[in-house]
């Protein structure tokens, strides 16, 4: 297994990529602080690797937006996609 932080790219950096057995995993986590919605921040997130193109150099990889509860600090949402 083989895991990436920050890629840096040159429209900003993904969070988190995973990659494993041929397949690859790009995540993006987004924080809902008091008074956030988890879902919508896990919409972000999923939106950013989108908007910023973070999956195009992994074909066919799986894009997941994740959503970390503050207040619970642990993961309440997430959305995903494959490339």
Request: aromatic residues 8%.
């Amino acid at each position: 297994m083989v895991v990436i932080p920050e890629i840096h790219t040159n429209l900003g950096r993904s969070d988190l990529v995973v990659s494993h057995r041929g397949k690859t995993w790009v995540i993006e986590i987004k924080v809902a602080y008091k008074g956030q919605n988890p879902k919508q921040k896990a919409e972000e997130a999923l939106q950013q690797i989108k908007d910023k193109n973070y999956a195009t150099l992994y074909p066919n990889a799986l894009c997941i937006g994740l959503s970390i509860d503050d207040l619970l600090r642990q993961i309440t949402e997430y959305r995903c996609f494959a490339q």
